[in-house]
């Protein structure tokens, strides 16, 4: 599956950001965000399961972040609010073509997307 990421930028601490990622090609069962900051590993975000829409979070992420998918347009969002500097990283969004029964690891994904990056300021 291709998975093509959109929405970062640049914005200040306390805003908001909407992240986009459309997938094609084929059907997928569950999508996530992961991050990561330079120097850093990869970190899990969310992750929305295709059939059900049941969704996990990071610590990260949690209270803050909200992860959803749009089936008819194969695509899922991930809605960043009160966004804080350590925020900074670029996202990646990311596909299963099976819905394991973890899906917090970066080895329950099987496509990525090429990642976009989110710069938080004070």
């Known amino acids: 599956v291709q998975l093509q990421a959109s929405g970062g930028g640049s914005v200040q601490a306390g805003d908001s950001l909407r992240l986009s990622c459309a997938a094609s090609?084929?059907?997928?069962?569950?999508m996530g965000w992961f991050r990561q900051a330079p120097g850093e590993e990869r970190e899990f975000v969310a992750a929305?399961?295709?059939?059900?829409?049941?969704?996990f979070y990071g610590d990260s992420a949690k209270g803050r972040f909200t992860i959803a998918r749009d089936i008819a347009k194969s695509t899922s969002y991930l809605q960043m609010n009160s966004l804080k500097l350590e925020d900074t990283a670029v996202y990646y969004c990311?596909?299963?073509?099976?819905?394991?029964?973890?899906?917090?690891?970066?080895?329950?994904?099987?496509?990525w997307g090429q990642g976009t990056l989110v710069t938080v300021s004070s």
């Open positions: 090609g084929r059907t997928v069962s569950v």
């Open positions: 990311a596909a299963a073509r099976f819905s394991a029964a973890t899906i917090t690891r970066v080895r329950d994904f099987d496509s």
């Open positions: 929305i399961r295709w059939s059900g829409g049941d969704s």
